[in-house]
């Protein structure tokens, strides 16, 4: 191969075009060509570049996935494929993910209580939204139980890669306090969040209090004193 600076630029890359690289596994390392689609979508299955999401795949059925496989199964589900809305229930899943991550330490402190996003990798519109009921380790895997919020629907086939990541969105209970005055001239942040504890008042609550505020009003106004210089 002559040196690289000896070859143009190509500034309209396209999925068609190939890269230079070498085959890892094999035992010399063969030098191939790979293209721009294939790295796009080992990008797309792996979820390898950071981004709080993590890939495995789909492998139903199987009772005992050597860890290496880096899959997950619905639990008792017995099908070679399944609708992506419908993986509410017990999920078991690899510590390690296609990109050869270990996200739990993340997912059990972040994930319980909150609401994923899964989709099938390069699919976004193959999606749904579950809450995280509980996570509990089980050996090399951990299971994982959900709750289905909402989705649009689409099938995961044997093999597919699905990616998952945490979702703060519309069903994510958020508890809140807050430290007042909520501006200060120091330029220094306000600490807020709401008392999950707190009740929305009725109507008749609001009626009553402002009917008490306007009678406090014509109180003070009216035994109130003012005087003149």
Known sequence: MGRISNYPLDYDVI??????????NTPTKITKNFTVDAVADYYNRTAKISTGQFAWQFEPYITSQ???????????????????????GILRIAQLTLGNTEPFPFIIDQWL??????YKSG????????????????????????????????TLDKNDSVTFGLFPGNGTLIDVTATFPL????????????DSGYTIPTDGELADALLGYNRSIISATVTGTTTKT
Do not use: C, H, M
Request: aromatic share 12%; net charge negative.
């Open 66 to 88: 050597p860890q290496s496989q880096k899959t997950f199964e619905k639990v008792d589900y017995l099908n070679d494929s399944i609708d992506i809305t419908n993986l509410g």
């Open 113 to 118: 209580g909150k609401n994923a996003l899964i």
């Open 15 to 24: 999925g068609s075009d190939r890269l230079p690289g070498s085959a890892w």
């Open 183 to 194: 501006l200060s001239s120091g330029g220094t942040s306000p600490n807020i969040s709401v």
């Open 123 to 154: 699919y976004p519109d193959i999606y749904a939204i579950y809450t995280v009921n509980s996570v509990v380790q089980d050996g090399y895997y951990y299971l994982v139980d959900l709750t289905f919020v909402e989705g649009n629907s689409g």
